[in-house]
């Protein structure tokens, strides 16, 4: 089974606030000065999980949820 409408809106709103919070502390690699933390949001997730967050189950969404916390917490 798939995540629910609202899990899939509760986690983007969650990506969007770390995305937010991220915005202009990721320091710069390579020849990127400005990172786009949004993207670096979901990059992270999709790379902890494995596998795109609408392919998880509701089941997982807490662990989905900590995850986001956790690289907003500690940008990289």
Known sequence: MSLSPENIKLI???VNEAGDALK???PPIDNFVIRNSYAHCW???RSHLGKSYKDCNDEDVVNILETIEYYK???E
Request: net charge positive.
């Open 73 to 75: 917490n500690n940008p």
């Open 43 to 45: 990059s992270k997730l």
């Open 24 to 26: 202009d502390h990721l």
């Open 12 to 14: 983007q709103a969650k």
